[in-house]
């Protein structure tokens, strides 16, 4: 049902905000890899759940994505909604963060979802750049 993916997507997450947190939480997910959908948003929905091999490199190429462009000691974008027993996992690009105060006077969607549930669109208002298509199709063609 599709009331229960945005029912679940506006559900509680918390940050991996350093990146130990962040790293546990990959090794968590790489712990059981079957069954998560990988989901770019201003991209067609995924049908069917990543392979594993696909997860795993996702999460390799993510993270050196997000470790190269977010020039900080901290993490902080990328939200789980479990750190023990994760299903959905926000990832936000360093690129569009918006406001951390939520005052810029628009939603900041996240770029990539991790979700065990088929995802459903997520209306971003913001254009997919061509740099982030182009490292999508790096890694899934």
């Not at 209306?123 to 982030?132: G, I, K």
């Amino acid at each position: 049902m599709t009331t229960d993916f945005y029912h679940h997507y506006r559900g509680r997450f918390s940050s991996a905000l350093r990146w130990p947190q962040l790293d546990a939480l990959w090794h968590t997910i790489l712990q059981t890899p079957d069954k998560w959908y990988i989901y770019l948003l201003n991209h067609e929905l995924p049908q069917t759940p990543a392979h594993a091999e696909s997860l795993q490199q996702f999460i390799r190429e993510i993270d050196v994505l997000l470790r190269k462009e977010h020039e900080h000691d901290y993490c902080g974008i990328v939200y789980a909604d479990s750190f023990d027993h994760p299903s959905m996992v926000k990832i936000f690009d360093p690129h569009h963060l918006g406001s951390s105060c939520g005052s810029c006077g628009y939603t900041v969607y996240p770029r990539w979802l991790l979700s065990r549930l088929p995802p459903q669109p997520l209306e971003d208002d913001m254009p997919l750049p061509a740099n982030r298509r182009r490292w999508w199709q790096s890694i899934f063609g």
